[in-house]
């Protein structure tokens, strides 16, 4: 299809690529984009970054361990995980929590993320971000590990040497999610548009769709 005449949509969502509603929100989120460059919409997808746990240690920590103190105990995390597993299961969204060690710090996985918006835009930046997610929730692996990041990098289709090119970005993580927390979101994934909220919470396809063709109409750039 000739998409040439499409209008653009921006549309910025902040996530955490340890949020496993953000990995789902993603799974349907992909789908909806397709169907709405089919109606004449295409969306500029931005990921903007968000600490679920600010103060994890750089180095990350034992998942169980974490979340047993986190949620009170780890019958409660299993039982938090079964649900996260459930929904994955109907949004094509694949958890393999048995294969998870670590909690990581997420940082130096988000400055990755801007780097790759920086030098190969949108497209590099959505494959690296499906890239991440996958290898964290379906294959356990470390994201806080530099050099698994650096694999993930390549296979991506980042120019080689990325991880170091970005760790000067650290900083720009932390500010922009002290900004989007200042904006008073308080949890992921959300969706900015306009610069502005505009809604919070993993959506089916069709509550994409809905939401973001309203934007649309809306006017809202």
């Known amino acids: 299809m000739d998409t040439k005449h499409n209008r653009t949509l921006r549309l910025q969502v902040v996530a ?6 953000c990995f789902i929100g993603k799974r349907s989120l992909d789908q909806a984009l397709r169907i709405l460059a089919e109606q004449g919409l295409d969306v500029d997808v931005d990921w ?8 994890m240690p750089t180095e990350g920590m034992d998942r169980k ?8 105990s780890w019958e409660n995390a299993l039982a938090m995980d079964a649900r996260a597993v459930e929904a994955g299961r109907h ?3 694949e958890f393999n929590y ?6 990581p710090n997420t940082v130096a996985a988000h400055a990755l993320v801007r780097l790759a918006r920086s030098e190969g835009g949108a497209d590099l ?3 690296l971000v499906d890239a991440l997610f996958a290898a964290y929730f379906t294959h356990g692996q470390d994201i806080g590990d530099h050099a698994v990041l650096a694999q993930i990098a390549d296979e991506a289709g980042m120019q080689s040497g990325a991880v170091m090119r970005s760790l000067q970005g650290h900083a720009e993580i932390r500010e922009i999610d002290d900004a989007v927390h200042a ?3 308080s949890g992921v994934p959300s969706y900015l548009v306009g610069g502005k909220l505009f809604f919070s919470g993993s959506q ?8 973001l063709s309203a934007a649309n109409s809306a006017g809202v750039r």
Do not use: H, K
């Open 48 to 55: 903007l970054p968000y600490q679920l746990n600010p103060a």
């Open 16 to 21: 955490d690529l340890i949020c496993p509603w």
């Open 204 to 211: 089916d396809v069709d509550g994409y769709v809905v939401r």
């Open 91 to 93: 949004r094509g969204a």
């Open 183 to 185: 904006m008073g979101l």
């Open 125 to 127: 930046q959505e494959r």
């Open 65 to 72: 361990e974490f979340r047993s103190t986190r949620f009170g």
């Open 98 to 103: 048995q294969l998870q060690n670590r909690t």
